[in-house]
């Protein structure tokens, strides 16, 4: 299960920092990933680790967020910063792995809402 957090009303060029909290063992875990939709969009993935701590960012928010996770994978974070209106949207994490070698996983958080006023 996962809870994301963190999210908020917050001026054009501040920051934020978004929680993605795990609950329940998994054998591993291949990728967390965050994603974002904004109303009337698709939802659009903005930044994404993988189990040996390789990250990717979408071209909008390069070099504005970071990605990361602590040591057990307990919790995966996503720093903003330089916040844009153009960033509002619901923000999920999503991880995959698998809670043995037959049962892989594949499960979303429920969505924290970033508002970015101009």
């Known amino acids: 299960q996962l809870q994301a957090s963190g999210g908020g009303l917050v001026q054009a060029g501040g920051s934020l920092r978004l929680s993605c909290a795990r609950s329940g063992s998994l054998l591993k875990i291949d990728t967390v990933d965050w994603y974002r939709q904004a109303p009337g969009k698709q939802r659009e993935v903005v930044a994404s680790?993988?189990?040996?701590?390789?990250?990717s960012y979408a071209e909008s928010i390069k070099d504005r967020f970071t990605i990361s996770r602590d040591n057990d994978w307990t919790v995966t974070y996503l720093q903003m910063t330089s916040l844009k209106s153009d960033d509002s949207a619901v923000y999920y994490c999503?991880?995959?792995?698998?809670?043995?070698?037959?049962?892989?996983?594949?499960?979303w958080g429920q969505g924290t809402q970033v508002t970015v006023s101009s």
């Open positions: 680790i993988t189990s040996g701590g390789s990250t």
């Open positions: 999503r991880i995959q792995g698998a809670y043995d070698p037959w049962t892989p996983t594949d499960a």
